[in-house]
């Protein structure tokens, strides 16, 4: 776990302030080593892999797309463009990520961006009752309900894969 010496980083807090101000619960945890990944993550958390939510930014049309995703997923692009009726969906750069997220990949979180951003929801994570998501950098993450996720997120819930 995280030293109670060391100062927790901005985008953390900035995930703690957007759980609480939706009326979500902080259920942020900062761990020792880092979890950058969907298996690295669940091995952390002693979870099944498809219950981390990964928070995967794409660009769509100059402008931010966030897709959360299970963490057993690969999201089919083109599917998603296809229900959503837009042109073609790509990954982002991580200065782009960065820019509209103020978080690095590796530790996006579903919240805590500067600016509202449009947000697809995997309905696959809805078997799961707990998810876990990034909370804003590569050492922590939150647990959270399906619900509640789409509820703070404003998400649309979409088959991604």
């Not at 927790?8 to 902080?26: C, H, K, M």
């Not at 690095?104 to 919240?111: C, D, F, H, L």
């Not at 309905?123 to 993450?141: C, F, I, K, R, Y």
């Not at 959270?144 to 894969?161: D, F, K, M, N």
């Amino acid at each position: 776990m995280h030293k109670a010496t060391e100062p927790v980083p901005d985008p953390v807090l900035n995930v703690r302030s957007a759980l609480v101000a939706a009326g979500a619960q902080d259920t942020v945890r900062i761990f020792a080593a880092t979890v950058p990944t969907a298996a690295a993550a669940a091995s952390e958390l002693g979870c099944n892999v498809a219950a981390i939510t990964n928070s995967l930014i794409f660009e769509l049309d100059g402008e931010p797309l966030l897709i959360l995703a299970s963490g057993a997923a690969k999201v089919d692009t083109a599917l998603v463009a296809n229900q959503l009726g837009t042109g073609k969906i790509r990954r982002a750069k991580p200065e782009f990520v960065l820019e509209h997220t103020g978080q690095e990949v590796g530790g996006v979180a579903p919240v805590g961006h500067p600016r509202r951003i449009r947000t697809v929801l995997d309905t696959s994570l809805q078997e799961h009752p707990v998810l876990w998501a990034g909370a804003g950098d590569h050492n922590s993450m939150f647990s959270i309900s399906y619900e509640e996720l789409a509820r703070i997120t404003g998400a649309e819930p979409l088959q991604v894969r």
